[in-house]
Structure formats: structure tokens, C-alpha cells
């Protein structure tokens, strides 16, 4: 269970649920990381054998971080946000991608809100790659990441 949990193929990580699937590009490797573009931003992750440059960037919502402030990473603008229970979902618009983000109600002491502008960090060993369907777009723009995830599957 923990391969398909940690480290899912396309089939598992539509199964188990909902995962941010981003269009990057690898753009150095080294040992121990691997350096990904991805939203107009790199990030560096655990090195993981992707014979390709053109990558899906799986990353679960409970693994995107939001911050207030936004350092050098990726930011957005909260569109929506969910109360669900004992967690809260956003949807935040980062250009022209949707990222989902989940974090537990009680968490945040300052509330965030719909129209807020924040930053996105990424748990980083919580990032799996992916080669990308050759040529053309990876993520069809405004599409939540549940049925993005399912049109990428479909085309690899």
C-alpha cells in the first residue's frame, strides 16, 4: 500500500484520489535532487529516475503548503475554498493552473480567504515525476486536478 500511496503509477494516483498532475521540465540532475520547472518556478526534489525532461509534477493537495508570503516560489490567488469537516480545500489559480491545496481547519491562525494572494511550497519528498504525453500541453488549463489526472491517463 505505501508504493501506491508514496510513489504512484498514473492508475494509482487516480485511484486513490486527487492529485495536482503539473506540467514541468526537468532542467539539471544531480546525486541526491533533481531540478524541476514548474509553474514559472524550480523546485528541487529527491532525485527520481525520469528518462524524460517533459514531466507531470504529481503532487496530493495535503502536500502543497500555502503561505502568506510568498517567497521565490510559485504564488496564486485563492478562487475557492471548501470546509470540509476537520479541513479546508483551496483552489488556487497559479496562471492559468488550478492547484488544490488541503490543510486541516484549525491549523491556519490567520484565516485565508477567497481573492487572497498567496504562496505555494511543495513537501518535497511528497513530489513524484512522471514522463509527460509526448508533445503537446500536460495539464488541459482549468481543469481541476480529479479530472485532469483522468485525461492524462487516458492519453499516456
Do not use: W
Request: aromatic fraction near 2%.
Amino acid at each position: 500500500m505505501r508504493v501506491v500511496l508514496v510513489e504512484p503509477s498514473p492508475t494509482a494516483a487516480d485511484f486513490v484520489g486527487q492529485v495536482n498532475a503539473l506540467p514541468g521540465r526537468v532542467v539539471a540532475r544531480a546525486d541526491s535532487h533533481v531540478t524541476v520547472e514548474t509553474l514559472d518556478h524550480l523546485i528541487c526534489v529527491p532525485n527520481q529516475s525520469c528518462p524524460t525532461n517533459d514531466v507531470l509534477v504529481l503532487v496530493r493537495p495535503e502536500a502543497v503548503r500555502l503561505t502568506v508570503t510568498h517567497g521565490g516560489g510559485p504564488a496564486g490567488v485563492v478562487e475557492e475554498l471548501e470546509y470540509r469537516g476537520d479541513r479546508v480545500e483551496y483552489r488556487v489559480r497559479v496562471g492559468v493552473t488550478l492547484v488544490i491545496a488541503v490543510e486541516a481547519s484549525l491549523q491556519r491562525g490567520r484565516r485565508i480567504v477567497t481573492g487572497d494572494r498567496v504562496g505555494l511550497e511543495f513537501v518535497e519528498q511528497a513530489v513524484h515525476l512522471l514522463p509527460a504525453q509526448a508533445g503537446g500541453t500536460a495539464v488541459p488549463e482549468d481543469i481541476v486536478p480529479g479530472k485532469a489526472q483522468a485525461a492524462l491517463i487516458s492519453s499516456i
